[in-house]
């Protein structure tokens, strides 16, 4: 099933007869229109990428560090440091990388993933669409550290304001190891943004030969490089050095179509993890530091203790935004299943996971969307 899925139709039955509102059709679709039928390979075929150097698709690289960017640590037999080679390193690392794409690179940042913060997010975010809207590139690829990969690909699926490709790669192991992947993975990502059929798709996660969509991709191991998994919806297509294959046609779809932020921070979303003899001080706190949103990391189907349930409850009452996740790695959080949302004032996040719900949380804050049942309908939209 492609992209709208299970999920949305999970989505959409239980949020109790809300009609799905809010999105945006993509700016730039009425004007550069769709890829036309022959472009579009059928379900389960492959597209040939070979073209003659003069016809060569424009692929714009923006590297922001990360393992890909690593370099090996004399301090460590494992260890490495993040984010310490260049965009051009990169390329170089790639023989024949300029056969596939006309190429052009710039530096970002260059930072390990888990310091990637909404300074970065917006930087990227204006250069992407600076970039699109000037017929800069016919698809970008961002170099990117995995461990908040997902986040960055989720909030650029929703600020981009084009139909082109977006595709973040990593790698699970530093530039210097003795079998590094991000070579491999940013081959294979220059593939994929430059491939007709991969227009129309949004933000994409490519590693390891596998192509994931922005919504459901998640990082499922610590250290196997084939750790990233799309658990609900399965990955979108696979990649090899010869072709690009997508498991359907890009669908023709309506996204949540927000402005990148004019500034950063985002306004204040904080995560709260569920478990076992838990009281509600983790809420209290988030809520004494300024939180403008809550996102429930529950148990089983968005479930919590009590005292928590209380306190969220108590908390949406106040006008603070409150949605319902879980820590589970797989499957959705039914509206008014186990804990009831009517009564409690609270959203259920559906398809998707704490740190997805919170980034879509605070594009709706930053827009002004604090009606909790447009929320509702925002969160089917986006599952």
Not at 192 to 208: E, I, K, S, Y
Not at 234 to 241: E, F, T, Y
Not at 347 to 352: E, H, I, T
Request: hydrophobic share 45%.
């Amino acid at each position: 099933m492609a992209r709208s899925s299970i999920l949305r139709i999970v989505g959409l039955l239980a949020c109790s007869g809300l009609l799905v509102a809010g999105c945006a059709n993509d700016p730039e679709e009425s004007a550069a229109g769709k890829t036309s039928a022959a472009a579009q390979p059928a379900a389960g075929t492959s597209s040939n990428q070979s073209q003659s150097p003069g016809t060569l698709p424009r692929v714009t690289i923006l590297a922001t560090g990360g393992t890909i960017a690593g370099k090996a640590n004399a301090n460590s037999a494992v260890g490495y440091t993040a984010g310490e080679a260049t965009a051009q390193d990169l390329i170089d690392a790639v023989p024949g990388l300029d056969k596939i794409a006309a190429l052009q690179a710039e530096q970002i940042s260059n930072i390990g993933s888990q310091d990637m913060n909404d300074e970065v997010w917006l930087k990227l975010a204006d250069r992407i669409n600076e970039i699109f809207a000037a017929d800069g590139a016919d698809g970008i690829v961002v170099t990117h550290g995995t461990d908040t990969i997902e986040e960055t690909a989720f909030f650029l699926d929703h600020v981009v304001a084009s139909p082109k490709p977006v595709v973040l790669v990593g790698s699970m192991r530093p530039s210097t190891a003795l079998s590094a992947d991000g070579p491999a993975n940013l081959r294979s990502g220059v593939q994929v943004a430059a491939d007709p059929a991969a227009r129309d798709r949004g933000t994409m996660v490519v590693l390891n030969d596998t192509i994931h969509g922005a919504t459901d991709v998640t990082k499922s191991n610590t250290t196997s490089l084939q750790t990233f998994v799309s658990p609900n919806t399965g990955p979108i297509g696979h990649v090899d050095a010869a072709a690009v294959t997508f498991a359907e046609p890009a669908e023709q779809q309506t996204r949540l179509g927000f402005p990148v932020p004019d500034s950063a921070p985002l306004p204040r979303v904080d995560i709260i993890y569920s478990h076992a003899g838990m009281d509600a001080t983790a809420v209290n706190d988030a809520l004494g530091h300024g939180a403008r949103g809550l996102v429930l990391a529950g148990v089983g189907d968005g479930n919590t203790a009590k005292p928590v349930v209380s306190a969220l409850s108590a908390a949406a009452g106040k006008g603070v935004l409150v949605v319902r996740s879980s820590r589970v790695g797989s499957g959705a959080v039914v509206r008014n299943a186990e804990l009831n949302d009517d009564e409690l004032g609270t959203v259920s996040a559906l398809g998707l996971n704490p740190a997805k719900s919170r980034i879509l949380l605070q594009l709706l804050l930053v827009n002004g969307v604090t009606d909790p049942q447009q929320v509702q309908r925002d969160f089917a939209a986006a599952s």
